[in-house]
């Protein structure tokens, strides 16, 4: 895709007593490869939700945790060259927590969803639902 992006997803973890440490994610990335540049916003097993980014491939992810925890729904939002994490807690507006993080991607790039563990041998799921993807800011 290219231009400014709204990306948003319900999340559910069917098995609540899985392991803490897997998630689910929107996400945006410069390429598909491994190191790529990246923004996501994820929600972990255990309820700790962030903002993450790569900001040059091949460089460590760098990460904006939030107090809060296991929203219903998670966003991200793409303005220009700022990315900014979206939740909703309860079914209430999507709301911004905390500032944009500013990434210089090129265009086009890749803008998905995801489920991903830490632990490679474990297995589980997740379930993103009522996604919305709008080629547009402020859609979340």
């Not at 993450?52 to 939002?77: C, D, F, H, Y």
């Not at 979206?86 to 991607?105: A, R, Y």
Request: aromatic share 8%; with cysteine; hydrophobic share 40%.
């Amino acid at each position: 895709m290219s231009g400014d992006i709204s990306l948003a997803a319900d999340v559910k973890f069917p098995n609540e007593a899985g392991f803490f440490d897997r998630k689910a994610v929107v996400i945006i990335r410069q390429s598909l490869d491994d190191d790529s540049e990246e923004a996501m916003v994820a929600r972990h097993g255990a309820g700790l939700m962030h903002l993450a980014w790569r900001p040059e491939k091949n460089t460590k992810v760098l990460q904006m945790k939030v107090p809060e925890k296991s929203a219903m729904r998670i966003g991200i939002e793409k303005r220009g060259e700022n990315y900014a994490m979206f939740i909703s807690l309860n079914g209430e507006p999507m709301h911004q927590l905390g500032d944009p993080v500013k990434l210089p991607f090129k265009e086009p790039f890749y803008v998905g969803i995801g489920f991903c563990s830490h632990i490679p041998d474990k297995v589980d799921t997740a379930i993103l639902s009522n996604v919305v993807l709008e080629n547009a800011a402020g859609k979340i």
